[in-house]
């Protein structure tokens, strides 16, 4: 019998700030890696293309969000 059946997973949510920077995107990959993280990432510009890499790691359609920041 597996020792996690009946089990439900509870998901952290943490805010990254600058989440389209070089270390914070290594950060928010990390986090939606280990799969138990809503991660909350700000950004100056959510549409902006350069953004992109974030939308695009594993994870992020489910569990990554962006806002806008000023």
Do not use: I
Not at 15 to 36: E, I, N, P
Not at 41 to 67: C, I, Q, W, Y
């Amino acid at each position: 019998m597996d020792g996690d059946a009946g089990k439900t997973r509870t998901m952290k949510t943490v805010c990254v700030t600058g989440a389209g920077g070089f270390v914070a995107s290594w950060l928010v990959q990390l986090l939606l890696s280990r799969g138990d993280y809503l991660v909350h990432g700000t950004v100056r510009d959510p549409s902006d293309p350069k953004n992109a890499h974030l939308m695009a790691l594993d994870g992020a359609g489910e569990r990554l969000r962006l806002f806008k920041a000023d």
